[in-house]
């Protein structure tokens, strides 16, 4: 069984995730402590991705970042270098997927911290960062952990986003939820069988974890 499909969704997800991790904490913060202009249209255009159909998302993708896209098009011309049908453009598609996920958890375990916590630290001189650090953060790790465990189950799962900006390209960008497309559409029922088996598994071992991390505890809001 060729397991390169594997090992690029966990590379992919692995990437996706550190990234999305220190983007979704930041926002969440943002959202949680914060009141200013603009804020429910961010967090709407933040949370799109998560009722629209992956496809809408992955052609919002190529029109900005495609060969010829609105940004993607002047990049090309003068570098003649392009993001999409690379296996980055999976990690931005799971970025893009899974950061309402990350965003939402790390803001509703922020919001759970009682900000007497945060008073009393200001009092003692600590500066706004010390404070996130040294106060919020431990408070909130472990909605932030579920967060982080629920984005990278969300990276291994993208699907239609990555087929319609990264493409289904073998041995380059076929993810695993690719890889049991192709092999379910060329009639291979026997291996689309065994990578769903893979899948579910991993899935249902990163609920676990989640599971255990926050308990009966609301994931996000």
């Not at 899935?203 to 926050?214: A, F, K, R």
Request: hydrophobic content about 50%; proline content about 5%; aromatic content about 12%.
């Amino acid at each position: 069984m060729d397991l390169f499909p594997l090992r690029l969704s966990l590379q992919v997800a692995a990437i996706s995730t550190g990234i999305t991790l220190v983007m979704g904490t930041f926002l969440g913060l943002l959202f949680a402590r914060r009141e200013f202009t603009g804020k429910n249209l961010l967090d709407v255009l933040i949370s799109l991705p998560i009722v629209f159909p992956p496809t809408v998302t992955g052609y919002y993708l190529i029109v900005l970042l495609g060969r010829e896209g609105w940004f993607g098009g002047p990049i090309y011309r003068l570098t003649g270098w392009s993001l999409s049908f690379t296996w980055g453009a999976a990690v931005l598609a799971s970025i893009i997927v899974s950061l309402p996920l990350m965003v939402k958890t790390s803001r509703s375990a922020i919001e759970s911290v009682d900000p007497l916590y945060e008073r009393v630290s200001y009092s003692l001189g600590r500066s706004k960062w010390a404070t996130f650090f040294k106060i919020i953060l431990p408070l909130s790790k472990k909605g932030i952990l579920a967060g982080v465990v629920l984005s990278f189950a969300r990276a291994m799962g993208e699907f239609g986003a990555t087929l319609m900006f990264a493409g289904n390209i073998p041995g380059k960008t076929n993810t695993l939820p690719l890889a049991i497309y192709s092999a379910f559409a060329a009639g291979d029922t026997r291996m689309a069988g065994v990578l769903v088996i893979l899948h579910s598994l991993i899935c249902v071992g990163l609920l676990y974890m989640i599971q255990l991390l926050v308990g009966n505890k609301k994931v996000f809001l």
